[in-house]
Antibody, heavy 121, light 110 residues
Framework: QVQLVESGGGVVQPGRSLRLSCAAS????????MHWVRQAPGRGLEWVAF????????YYADSVEGRFTISRDNSENTLYLQMNSLTTEDTAVYYC??????????????WGQGTLVTVSS | QSVLTQPPSASGTPGQRVTISCSGS????????VNWYQHLPGAAPKLLIY???QRPSGVPDRFSGSKSGTSASLAISGLQSEDGTDYYC???????????FGGGTKLTVL
């Protein structure tokens, strides 16, 4: 069955960097795009970034453009999120999600359990 | 402020039918399909409805989705106590070139 396991969260000071990982299994990783979605405390879900199956194209939310970089290692079935210049506004649980498209419509088909990032001095 | 607008709360009694609305604009719901997610706090969000009205395998047919113009709805019939949690709508936004979510609706089963 599909499994997505995030790691790398923790407490980090404002202005510092952190890299999240998402280990994927149970499906052919190289065939699917992947997302990062986050949820700040007391708030709703916010899409962060997407990367195409072959890693050739990326999309970012305006709130993280220029600071975050999504990448993947298809030989290791792993998705990454490099987060730089972190602010307290980036405090959230970060989820990775498997993309799925059918008939031109796409969705976040499966999600991991998330990893908590806390930005605090 | 979320791009897609959902009521912050909804409620119903066991066995009842409830609907949750999701309002957007021409650049998102008006041009693309809508997905719905169920999220129990502390757990992985779960895809409930995709392509506006399709259910993934394993999702009970008590859950249904619809879309008209720039709005969408999630309906839950035969309400059960375990349905009491948070629900989110989402759609691709052509103007933002990104995914947008609603602010979420907390469903209470009375």
């Amino acid at each position: 069955q599909v499994q997505l396991v995030e790691s790398g969260g923790g407490v980090v000071q404002p202005g510092r960097s952190l890299r999240l990982s998402c280990a994927a299994s149970g499906f052919t990783f190289t065939l699917y795009g992947m997302h990062w979605v986050r949820q700040a405390p007391g708030r709703g879900l916010e899409w962060v970034a997407f990367i195409r199956d072959d890693g050739t194209y990326e999309y970012y939310a305006d709130s993280v453009e220029g600071r975050f970089t999504i990448s993947r290692d298809n030989s290791e079935n792993t998705l990454y999120l490099q987060m730089n210049s972190l602010t307290t506004e980036d405090t959230a649980v970060y989820y990775c999600a498997k993309d799925s498209c059918s008939g031109g419509s796409c969705s976040h088909e499966f999600w991991g359990q998330g990893t908590l990032v806390t930005v605090s001095s | 402020q979320s791009v897609l607008t959902q009521p912050p709360s909804a409620s119903g009694t066991p066995g009842q039918r409830v609907t949750i609305s999701c309002s957007g604009s021409n650049s998102n719901i008006g041009s693309n399909t809508v997905n719905w997610y169920q999220h129990l706090p502390g757990a992985a969000p779960k895809l409930l409805i995709y392509s506006s009205n399709q259910r993934p395998s394993g999702v009970p047919d008590r859950f249904s989705g619809s879309k008209s113009g720039t709005s969408a709805s999630l309906a839950i019939s035969g309400l059960q106590s375990e349905d009491g949690t948070d629900y989110y709508c989402a759609a691709w936004d052509d103007s933002l070139s990104g995914w947008v979510f609603g602010g979420g609706t907390k469903l209470t089963v009375l």
